[in-house]
């Protein structure tokens, strides 16, 4: 790749707008940010998407601040005969692993840690980088993005497992297993963070790139229809 | 939809020949597509769109089926287990009904809502619009079922469900009998359905040139 050139033209200089809900491109020369819809869908045609940065950045904080509680409260309280133990996540994974299923402890400790706190470190990395201009890495900045769009919901893994646990773990004296606040405020983190990824705007990433667009408005109206080079085709679905 | 329909001043031509990357706002040509291949973006590496190996015949095919599988994943216990003689059967609805008594509501809802509800209100809406795209003129509903499905489809949880699942069979095993029954065999099958119905690019249910949708209020 070229380093911080773009070599294909971008809609928002073109006149042109991507409809984000069902792919429609039109021609929209001086559309304001918020009054058109698509001719198509009828959703609101945005060029980007509004507020994104400050939205979240909203849900993030409000994600790390239930972290804690998610990470120090109980999750799982369970009693065996007269003996009770109570299990945070990390204390949970230690137990997994003490029980000799490593694999386990592995996979929830990949969906339970290392996912939420990746996650909420990208996403404020790609926060600063888009609001401080940083014209650095945009490809792998993008894929960044993308790789947190698709791990987002697989922390929910620990809250499904323990609703079962709960569910099935019940025979009077004998063992009993109750769950702690701490899920309940991780499955928020889970559902916050999801929700700070997609308020964010990749597309802004790439506008720090951008050369100072020479046509105004009025111009790019009445410029001729772009002819871009047509897109890299891979041949398996990725997924 | 609260927006009013477009206005005539920024109302614009369409530009079917080409395609804007979502990730990044280049803009590209659109080329035709053979069924399994997909477009990159040459500018950030994200997908543009890409065509199914599966057309829109089989694409119903497999939603009729997910919805058969998603009526027996949910009716028949998942896992059940034995211990001092007391069997207890867990499945999705007893896990939802426990969850909510023990104090937890807000995992309750959460599951009843990603596992149950968004997934058959996902299938639901995958049938309504593939059976709509088989008749000659669109029901003003299509956009707001298309909607509906985009947004629909991060929600959808059921296949950290069926790990998550396996994650506590496993940690039972310490405790009891635990014996994994039909529902969770049903489960898996439903998360297989529902990742080949994800590989369909829905906004190829738009591009029909056949006749566009009665404006939606």
């Known amino acids: 790749m070229t380093g911080t050139v773009i070599a294909q033209p971008r809609a928002a200089s073109l006149g042109l707008i991507g409809c984000d809900a069902c792919g429609l491109v039109l021609r929209a020369p001086s559309a304001p940010q918020h009054t058109a819809s698509c001719p198509r869908c009828g959703s609101a045609l945005h060029r980007r998407r509004p507020n994104a940065v400050n939205r979240a950045w909203a849900y993030l904080i409000a994600a790390v601040i239930l972290y804690i509680p998610a990470n120090v409260l109980p999750v799982l309280r369970s009693t065996k005969l007269f003996d009770t133990s109570i299990d945070t996540i990390i204390s949970?994974?230690?137990?997994?692993?003490?029980?000799?299923?490593?694999?386990?402890?592995?996979?929830?400790?990949?969906?339970?840690?290392?996912?939420?706190?990746?996650?909420?470190?990208?996403?404020?990395?790609?926060?600063?980088?888009?609001?401080?201009?940083?014209?650095?890495?945009?490809?792998?900045?993008?894929?960044?993005?993308?790789?947190?769009?698709?791990?987002?919901?697989?922390?929910?893994?620990?809250?499904?497992?323990?609703?079962?646990?709960v569910t099935l773990v019940h025979f009077g004296a004998f063992a009993y297993v109750e769950p702690g606040p701490g899920i309940v405020a991780f499955g928020a983190v889970v559902v916050l963070t999801m929700l700070a990824t997609m308020s964010f705007d990749p597309r802004l990433i790439w506008d720090a790139l951008e050369v100072p667009a020479p046509a105004s408005d009025a111009g790019a109206a009445t410029a001729s229809p772009p002819l871009p080079a047509p897109p890299a085709l891979t041949e398996d679905l990725p997924t | 939809m609260n927006t009013p329909f477009i206005e005539p001043e920024t109302a614009v031509a369409a530009e079917p020949g080409l395609v804007v990357c979502e990730h990044c706002d280049a803009v590209h040509q659109r080329p035709q597509?053979?069924?399994?291949?997909?477009?990159?973006?040459?500018?950030?590496?994200?997908?543009?769109?890409?065509?199914?190996?599966?057309?829109?015949?089989?694409?119903?095919?497999?939603?009729?089926?997910?919805?058969?599988?998603?009526?027996?994943?949910?009716?028949?216990?998942?896992?059940?287990?034995?211990?001092?003689?007391?069997?207890?059967q867990g499945r999705l609805t007893t896990m939802v009904s426990a969850a909510w008594n023990s104090g937890i509501g807000a995992v309750a809802a959460i599951a009843a809502a990603t596992v149950f509800l968004f997934p058959l209100a996902q299938l639901t809406l995958y049938l309504y619009v593939l059976m709509a795209r088989q008749r000659q003129t669109l029901p003003a509903d299509f956009a707001l079922a298309m909607h509906g499905l985009r947004l629909l489809r991060p929600w959808s949880m059921v296949e950290v469900f069926l790990i998550g699942v396996l994650v506590s069979v496993v940690k039972m095993t310490s405790l009891a009998m635990v014996k994994p029954q039909a529902g969770l065999w049903a489960f898996g099958v439903l998360t297989i359905l529902l990742t080949a119905l994800s590989t369909f690019e829905l906004r190829e249910l738009w591009a029909d040139d056949d006749p566009p949708p009665e404006p939606h209020r």
């Open chain 1, 92 to 165: 949970g994974v230690v137990s997994l692993w003490d029980d000799g299923s490593w694999d386990l402890a592995v996979i929830v400790f990949t969906a339970s840690v290392v996912v939420p706190v990746l996650k909420i470190g990208a996403l404020a990395l790609l926060l600063l980088s888009v609001q401080n201009g940083w014209q650095t890495a945009p490809r792998e900045r993008a894929r960044l993005y993308r790789i947190l769009e698709f791990i987002g919901h697989w922390s929910m893994l620990d809250v499904f497992a323990i609703a079962l646990l």
């Open chain 2, 33 to 88: 597509l053979a069924p399994g291949e997909a477009a990159d973006c040459t500018t950030c590496g994200a997908l543009l769109y890409r065509r199914s190996r599966l057309d829109r015949d089989a694409m119903l095919a497999l939603t009729v089926a997910a919805l058969i599988v998603f009526v027996m994943a949910n009716a028949m216990p998942i896992v059940t287990m034995e211990a001092g003689g007391v069997v207890t």
